[in-house]
């Protein structure tokens, strides 16, 4: 963790150091500090949550439906029992479990730091000028627009092709390509940028016909910005899904989002809140293909998947999950992903309105893992009282 880094460095050199010296060094931590000891970390009960985590891990290990995406050659040669799962806070604790280590492009999941930068870049007013806000109710990749002539929304190829290209629209491709790596960059809390798979770009490149119908159909009907390069805006476009990443890594991406916009391991403000607030709206909405409805009903939390098989799952204010594993559904989601996503709202009450059914008994024994030990009497007393005052009422 980059907020202790120093302490550590200096441990490592001498056996002790003096309270000065430690109070130096933990100053830009000790908020952190003081909640761990406190007790005060968002997630308290973190062994037993992460236990939790494992247990789901395991349950959904035996799935083997679904295949590995062959349309993008490079996505067919990754080996389909692979899995992994990680976890980061808002407050940057971690956990991960399985192949969480291993590399992967991130395909769609680009596409909210794709239109958070191009929103960040551009304003709201301009970026949604040229892209919509709608569930588009067909296939990820349709070519379709909306009655204003715009992509319906940033979490399709159409709209993250229209988001590549607001970003830095008269800079060269290189230029857009690092501002694009520098913003992962923070928000992973990383001092340098991912690396991008320049193979898995080629092979985009290669077998890009379907999108390159879109990117001209949207320039036919004028839907970019003035003298925008629609092959530039294609290119940026492949290598954003072609970065690198592991599920333990993209997790603090993800708890960025979490957090509203700043990292959860440096501290550092990287998107308003208001352009994330806008982006986790259009994942609740947009980010599962045409599962999204679905995956809000039963799960009801933003997410964005991706056809290399992972899915980012963001909690506000509590953390990120990020699932790993090849083998796709019938919709382009990881089977096991999706899987994972169903079991942990059946443990926890992480769905955006399992709240309204506090003291229902209709979600009898699901676990509350944010719940501060100072809260718990608070609760059971309003659990108690509700169910007197249904007693009362039926008598």
Known sequence: ?????????????????????????????????????????VIPEWKRFCSEIADVFHAVAPLTDGKVA?????????????????????????????????????????????????????????CHKHVGREPSGQNFNSISLTKDNVPCNPMINAGAIMCSALILTKRSVRTRENAILDMWRRCLGATSPPKIDRNAAHSENRTANRNRALAYAMRAQRCYPDDTDVEQALEVYFKSCSILMDAERHAVAGATLASGGVCPITGERVFSAETVRSCLSLMLTCGMYNYSGEFAYHIGLPAKSGVSGVVELVIPQVCSIVAWSPRLDDYGNSVRGVAFCKE????????????????????????????????????????????????????
């Open 1 to 41: 963790d980059p907020r202790l880094g120093s302490l550590w460095a200096k441990l490592e050199l001498q056996n002790e150091i003096s309270f000065d010296s430690f109070t130096e060094e933990t100053r830009c931590a000790r908020t952190l500090l003081t909640h761990m000891v406190q007790k005060k970390m």
């Open 70 to 126: 062959s349309y993008i050659p490079e996505l067919a040669k990754v080996k389909p029992e692979q899995w992994g799962v990680a976890v980061c806070t808002v407050d940057g604790q971690r956990f991960c479990i399985g192949d969480a280590g291993v590399t992967y492009s991130v395909q769609s999941t680009t596409k909210p730091m794709t239109y958070c930068l191009a929103r960040e870049l551009n304003g709201e007013e301009l």
């Open 344 to 395: 942990l709202v059946r443990r926890f009450s992480f769905h955006q309105y399992d709240i309204l059914h506090v003291g229902s008994g209709y979600f009898h024994g699901k676990l509350n893992p944010v719940q501060q030990e100072e809260d718990k009497a608070s609760a059971m007393a309003a659990q108690f009282l509700a169910c007197r005052g249904r007693n009362w009422t039926s008598n």
